[in-house]
């Protein structure tokens, strides 16, 4: 007999319970994201492997280790999988000219991929909702976004998430620092775990991000970038916290948040929390100002972030956030073939009215249908048989209030309906 085929591991099916979860996430999310001025763009799950090893760096974990690269066998053309929303979101601005005519909101949401050991909260397809700002200079927009995230917190209801802050500076700031590590971690090089060894001279700035307990202390030690920076980018990140404060936003300031995609300057952030475990960080971001012009367009601003889908649900399941519910306003139960030809022009007719209506099918005797009526969800059962289908009528019956079963025209159904809907939602709340 021969294997039952499943899913590949880490990336997950969303059955229809929770999958109802994700798009009353998304739906707040909309919301949320119209009311700051963003705009939709939708950008292909494949792209040119260049294309993130010229954005995100080829020496970083995500380029070398985990994206899933292969051979289009058509044209022979390098493909990847998209790791990260940024790079295919600027490459589609760039391609299509959306600058041309000023700053652009943009926002998406979809899987990545990435070939990580999967545990909780850490997949191989995972799923992002990534904000981009572009075209839009100064310390005002980096505050908004992350005054952003704020409100999103507060709408879910969120607690237990705080914010991380750094600047990163500009290249040549960036450049006497990473002098400055290579130099302090030659001097404890036979302390340097492979990993840090490998990046000493390709990318040191990596090494702060190492979580290996033993080398703690050196990277501790290690000089700090915001000593190398100049006037403008202290001024931008001092306009950064200004901001915040004047919305009473707390964070703190890590000297050791670097990010790990290689097109960051100035300011970066991170949402992070203590309630799932290690997997902490459920959103985080930053300004780009280079990137554009590093993938070949003219020079532009840009900030952004993203954050975790599944993280988010996870952080807001644990504390207490649960799917509302919208059930069916009606089952719709038949037998016979009088009543079968009927019921479909019930059905959408309640439909044509704005009504929730699931027609059943399959068969069955009327005592199982009811069973089914009754474990849907549905607030009223319509029932029509062949002595109803004769005389132009249906049976109405409460399935959540008390109430006897009516028989009524089917003209009369949906007027008929909305006032025993009404009356149900004054006496009980919403439905």
């Known amino acids: 007999m021969s294997q039952t085929l499943q899913a590949i591991r880490g990336m997950n099916d969303i059955l229809p319970d929770e999958a109802e979860l994700w798009e009353q996430f998304e739906e707040t999310v909309r919301s949320w994201l119209h009311s700051y001025g963003y705009r939709p763009i939708r950008m292909p799950l494949v792209e040119p492997t260049p294309l993130f090893a010229r954005a995100i760096g080829a020496v970083t974990d995500i380029v070398e280790k985990e994206m899933y690269s292969f051979t289009d066998s058509l044209n022979g053309e390098q493909l990847t999988l998209r790791p990260e929303g940024t790079a295919g979101c600027v490459r589609a601005v760039m391609q299509h000219n959306l600058l041309y005519d000023g700053p652009k909101r943009l926002w998406y949401q979809g899987p990545m991929f990435r070939h990580e050991r999967p545990q909780k909260g850490r997949y191989r397809q995972f799923h992002q909702i990534g904000v981009e700002a572009l075209g839009l200079v100064g310390p005002d927009i980096d505050a908004e976004q992350i005054a952003m995230c704020q409100r999103l917190w507060d709408d879910l209801g969120l607690q237990d998430i705080r914010l991380e802050l750094n600047s990163l500076g500009q290249v040549e700031e960036r450049q006497q620092h990473r002098s400055a590590l290579i130099a302090h971690f030659e001097k404890h090089a036979d302390q340097l775990d492979a990993d840090a060894q490998r990046r000493l001279h390709s990318n ?166 009811m069973k089914r009526a009754d474990a849907s969800g549905a607030s009223f059962a319509v029932i029509i048989g062949d002595d109803e289908a004769a005389a132009g009528e249906v049976s109405l019956k409460p399935l959540r209030s008390a109430g006897e079963q009516q028989r009524i025209s089917v003209d009369e159904l949906a007027d008929e309906l909305g006032e025993r809907l009404f009356a149900w939602e004054e006496e009980n709340g919403s439905l």
């Not at 919305?247 to 929390?273: A, K, S």
């Not at 649900?313 to 649960?322: P, S």
Request: net charge negative.
């Open 204 to 369: 040191p700035l990596r090494i702060l991000d190492s979580k290996n307990p033993a080398m703690q202390e050196i990277v501790e030690a290690a000089p700090r970038l915001i000593d190398y920076l100049g006037e403008q980018s202290l001024q931008h990140f001092a306009g950064v916290q200004s901001l915040l404060k004047e919305l009473n936003i707390p964070y703190r300031i890590n000297p050791r948040l670097v990010r790990g995609l290689d097109y960051y300057n100035l300011t970066v952030f991170e949402w992070v929390t203590d309630s799932l475990g290690a997997q902490g960080t459920v959103c985080a971001g930053g300004r780009y100002d280079g990137l554009i012009a590093q993938l070949g367009g003219k020079p532009a601003p840009a900030c952004g972030f993203a954050m975790g889908v599944e993280r988010l649900l996870a952080l807001w399941q644990a504390q207490g956030g649960q799917l509302e519910t919208v059930g069916l306003d009606v089952y719709l139960v038949q037998q016979g073939a009088a009543a079968q030809s009927l019921a479909f022009r019930v059905a959408e007719g309640l439909r044509d009215n704005g009504y929730a209506v699931q027609l059943h099918c399959g068969g069955g005797s009327f005592k199982s249908q």
